[in-house]
């Protein structure tokens, strides 16, 4: 069973729908007796980094979710904001994360964009593996697409978390990954076959 989270911050009936047509058991709960029972977890989010955090943090789920993922060391994916609570704290707020990647949250660099692009970074893009993964490995043809909204993205103090980068007036971290633990700063769920193609992976671990 892979149990999304809902913590009042996520895209969750979409994630399950995709879900769905690859026909995978899931549900969505904030129960911590029903992610007990989970296989796998996905961590969605949208908006500000602040907001999710505290929500997270209101929801009382961070005990039983750090039971899991470093306790049972059940595979967790993270999405858009739901990758960036993974680190240690974000330059968009004063909440700490939940610290399972060591990383920070920065805001794109104005100084290194071109003139013409906007941020937010609200766009259709390209991601580069940077380590052979489970995850992403299968799933990336050389079109392979991702859709992308955000201001801030992550910052790895490892090297060896780092998952994918993507350009968006410089190259920066658009995925990380530890163990049992994943992020991507895009939406798969919003990014067609693509990101289907990625989530059966995530279906298909261990």
């Known amino acids: 069973m892979i149990t999304i989270i809902d913590y009042g911050a996520g895209n969750i009936k979409s994630i399950q729908n995709m879900l769905g047509k690859l026909g995978a058991e899931s549900c969505i709960s904030n129960t911590a007796s029903e992610i007990k029972h989970a296989d796998k977890l996905i961590l969605p989010g949208v908006g500000h980094y602040d907001h999710g955090m ?17 306790g049972e060391k059940v595979p967790l994916l993270g999405i858009c904001l739901g990758a960036q609570l993974l680190g240690n704290g974000s330059e968009e707020g004063d909440e ?39 995850l992403i490995s299968n799933s990336l043809a050389e079109n392979s697409r991702f859709y992308f909204v955000h201001t801030y993205h992550m910052l790895p103090k490892q090297i060896s978390d780092i998952l994918s980068v993507t350009k968006y007036g410089y190259e920066f971290v658009s995925g990380v990954e530890r163990n049992n633990i994943l992020g991507v700063q895009f939406h798969p769920e919003k990014s067609h076959v693509f990101g289907m193609n990625l989530l059966k992976n995530f279906v298909d671990l261990f």
């Not at 505290?54 to 470093?70: A, T």
């Open 54 to 70: 505290k929500s997270l943090k209101n929801s009382g789920l961070i005990e039983v979710l750090n039971d899991k993922v470093q």
């Open 96 to 134: 700490s994360g939940l610290g399972w990647i060591d990383m920070e949250v920065v805001r794109f660099d104005d100084s290194k964009m071109e003139t013409h692009l906007k941020i937010p970074h609200m766009s259709w893009n390209t991601v580069i593996p940077q380590k052979d993964s489970i």
